[in-house]
């Protein structure tokens, strides 16, 4: 929002023309945006912007549109909704040209910039589908599908209408892979089978996606491997029953997880997994049970591991102001910090839980987590040189501690393994 504020008050200086903010933040938080912007745009504004533009063109007001809200004689005025739209077909592709493309940096505006330069070189990203199945308490999408109750909130495009857009963006910009940003991709398995032949005929690129754990993941898998799929997120968040189902209010099936986990790896599809944590409602027995999960995964993935971010609007943000839980409580911060280096630990090698389990005999690294490094550790995962070698690497972090000269580099600190500090999207 300081952005959005910044380039509004600067635009206002210069030209005498209404400022319509669109997005999350306006939607949730309309009444306070108004005392920002001229207008805001309450859920989805794909028709309600053009036909602000129809209105202006013809010189005529729009403070009827639906959709909009603003500001008479000091209340607020909600316009009524329009229903969403079912046929997303009907909206045009991204448009990935430069024309009358702005980007502002560093208080400088760089003129007729492509959307495209902001991704890694040869890569695109677009979705299939707008809408989550799923309603987690941390994310916007549950709020926003609140909004539209009773509709079609989860919306696919058509595989004929989706690959057409590849095609062309493959053409155009001499790409190399893509990913699809959807919620979960390829949970609609009837979809998914028209899409991957085509897909592979048409495009033929490595594309990574988000997946979620469900009753046909193996089929799903199985299609998106012969489609293309080189790389994926398999978010587990917690591993806890507790944290899931009372605090994130989010469908999970440990068995099916780790299901999920054992067919990636068996087709050879290589994945990561995001974990939220420094959460103010986990317990340490919350958190001792996502490493039994991350555990039970046996290595050979990568980790994720993102700072509890609460959206203001959300459930979640609902909830924590009525229980007068805050987030930012570092005094458990170096419980989290600990938990946190015994993630990522899991993710190195199958053999994790058994260095794992050496070190939680070890109560300094508990106490003070800033010592336990997970990269050393790491590099201490070889079969041919075994715990033998941790405890020797103990012994002088002990040493350390006590003041003694260690002939070992100094652990990493803290704010060189620090968490994303992001919000969570993936289910």
């Known amino acids: 929002r300081v952005q959005n504020i ?64 603003y500001l008479r004689d000091g209340r607020t005025v909600f316009n009524p909704k329009s229903p969403v739209e079912e046929d997303i077909d009907k909206y045009p592709w991204r448009d990935n040209t430069p024309d009358r493309k702005y980007f502002i940096e560093d208080n400088q505006v760089v003129e007729n910039y492509p959307v495209i330069n902001d991704r890694e070189p040869g890569s695109y990203q677009t979705m299939s589908a707008r809408g989550c199945p799923y309603k987690c308490t941390y994310c916007c999408e549950a709020l926003l599908k609140d909004i539209y109750t009773g509709e079609k909130f989860l919306r696919r495009r058509s595989p ?33 089978d028209e899409f991957a032949p085509l897909y592979k005929e048409q495009v033929g690129l490595p594309f990574d996606a988000y997946i979620y754990p469900s009753r046909n993941i193996e089929s799903i898998l199985k299609t998106l491997k012969f489609a293309g799929l080189f790389y994926c ?62 555990l039970e995964m046996r290595g050979g993935f990568w980790m994720c591991i993102n700072k509890l971010f609460v959206l203001p609007g959300t459930k979640l943000a609902e909830q924590m102001e009525k229980d007068g839980v805050v987030v ?25 839980r058994r260095y794992v389990r050496a070190i939680e005999k070890i109560p ?40 003694a000269p260690s002939v070992n580099a100094s652990p990493v600190p803290d704010t060189a393994l620090a968490p994303v500090e992001s919000p969570a999207c993936s289910p």
């Open 328 to 352: 930012g409580d570092t005094s458990r911060d170096a419980m989290f910090n600990y938990y946190a280096r015994l993630f990522w630990i899991s993710s190195y090698s199958s053999n994790a």
């Open 364 to 403: 300094l690294f508990k106490k003070r987590p800033s010592l336990l490094n997970p990269l050393a550790v790491k590099a201490l995962m070889n079969p041919r040189w075994g715990c033998s070698v941790l405890k020797f690497h103990a012994s002088q972090i002990l040493k350390r501690a006590k003041g």
């Open 233 to 294: 997120c398999l978010a587990l968040e917690s591993g806890s029953e507790h944290i899931n189902k009372k605090v994130f209010d989010r469908v999970y099936d440990r068995d099916l997880y780790l299901k999920t986990v054992r067919v990636c790896k068996e087709l050879e599809i290589p994945f990561y997994s995001d974990v939220i944590t420094y959460n103010p409602y986990e317990r340490e027995e919350d958190l001792r049970q996502t490493l039994d999960v991350l």
């Open 160 to 192: 004929a209408d989706f690959v057409a857009e590849l095609v062309q963006a493959k053409q155009q910009f001499n790409l190399t892979r893509i990913r699809f940003e959807d919620e979960i991709f390829g949970m609609n398995l009837k979809w998914l």
């Open 6 to 69: 910044k380039v509004t008050r600067s635009i206002k200086e210069h030209f005498d023309v209404p400022v319509v903010w669109g997005g999350y933040d306006p939607t949730v938080n309309a009444a306070h945006c108004l005392s920002l912007c001229d207008y805001a745009c309450v859920g989805e504004g794909d028709q309600t912007i053009l036909e602000i533009a129809e209105r202006i063109d013809l010189g005529r007001g729009f403070d009827d549109v639906c959709n909009l809200a």
